[in-house]
């Protein structure tokens, strides 16, 4: 199971001055946790990042430093946040008979966890998302159901094109004149 | 207070990619977070990856609130237990805050986030 496995550094063997050693020490664990992980947490470096940028974005002026503990914070609490959202996405799933939570499941939870404002530009990445994947299973599933369900009205592509020919050709005809 | 703005500024500035949050990794708490959570569609984990970016800035925002009201520089823990506190959505986290600062006082009554 364990992958790469770094012991945790002996402060005895810090060669810094003993006052830094800590301060050093907690960095390089820091770093290694990094690689190792917690399997349950969100990567420190993405998290410290997000928080940095928002930060120079709301203080251009000046710059705000952040506390490790701080950091911590943060990440224990986007971690329960994703544990919050996804069990009322799951309870709504259930809801609904399904074994499979999909992204309407979510979109149904943040309104329900009152993060409702989120919904419009979550639905707008995951439409950037989609779009940039096109040929996806998921999409091209739901474009067969989309077809079966409602929209009998639209023709196979050949009549379609026949008519658009025909306004080229009656075009061509004005031009022409 | 929430404008618009803020969030369309997460598409221009061009750090971020489209998946910063490992799509694997939250797969994991998602299945840690409950032993019913068996299956998750593919777009799932998509969502929650952007969702959680947007709660990360949201409370990196209320705490800097709190850090500029104590007229500091540096953003301490104790900014993100305030600004806990004092949000009304955030209420699911109280636990893990009051946890660690080991109060049980009564929530104050918030006014609308």
């Known amino acids: 199971m364990a ?9 005895d063997q810090d060669y810094r001055a003993p006052q830094r050693e800590m301060a050093e020490a907690e960095k390089e664990t820091a770093v290694t946790d990094k690689v190792v992980g ?11 990042r997000l928080v940095k940028d928002k930060l120079s974005q709301l203080s251009s002026d000046s710059e ?24 009322t996405a799951n309870d709504i799933c259930k809801e609904s008979k399904r074994q499979t939570i999909n992204a309407e499941d979510v979109f149904k939870a943040l309104e329900e966890i ?4 989120y919904v419009g530009p979550l639905r707008a990445s995951l439409e950037g998302f989609r779009q940039k994947n096109g040929g996806k299973r998921s999409l091209s599933s739901k474009a067969k159901e989309i077809n079966k369900k409602g929209k009998k009205k639209d023709l196979p592509s050949g009549s379609g094109s026949q008519n658009k020919d025909d306004e080229n050709e009656s075009n061509k005809e004005d031009n022409a004149d | 207070m929430r404008q618009p703005g803020a969030y369309s500024g997460l598409r221009i500035s061009g750090k971020t990619g489209p998946h910063s949050l490992p799509l ?3 797969k994991k708490i998602m299945k840690n977070s409950s032993d019913e959570v068996k299956m998750i569609s593919g777009e799932a984990p998509i969502v929650f990856s952007k ?13 800097w609130m709190m850090t500029l ?10 900014d ?3 600004a806990v506190i004092k949000t009304d959505i955030f209420d699911f986290l109280v636990n893990l805050v009051s946890e660690n600062s080991g109060k049980s006082e009564d929530p104050q009554p918030v006014m609308e986030a």
């Open chain 2, 69 to 78: 009201q104590a007229k500091r520089r540096t953003l301490h823990k104790e």
């Open chain 1, 114 to 117: 009152e993060f409702s404002d």
């Open chain 1, 38 to 48: 917690d399997a349950e947490e969100l990567p420190k470096a993405i998290v410290r």
């Open chain 2, 24 to 26: 694997a990794r939250i």
């Open chain 1, 3 to 11: 992958g790469k496995q770094k012991p945790k550094p002996n402060p």
């Open chain 2, 51 to 63: 969702a959680s970016e947007l709660f990360i800035e949201e409370l990196t925002k209320r705490a």
């Open chain 1, 64 to 87: 705000i430093s952040v506390f490790r503990e701080a950091l911590e914070a943060f990440s224990d609490s986007a971690r329960i946040f994703v544990h919050y959202l996804s069990a």
């Open chain 2, 80 to 82: 993100v237990v305030s």
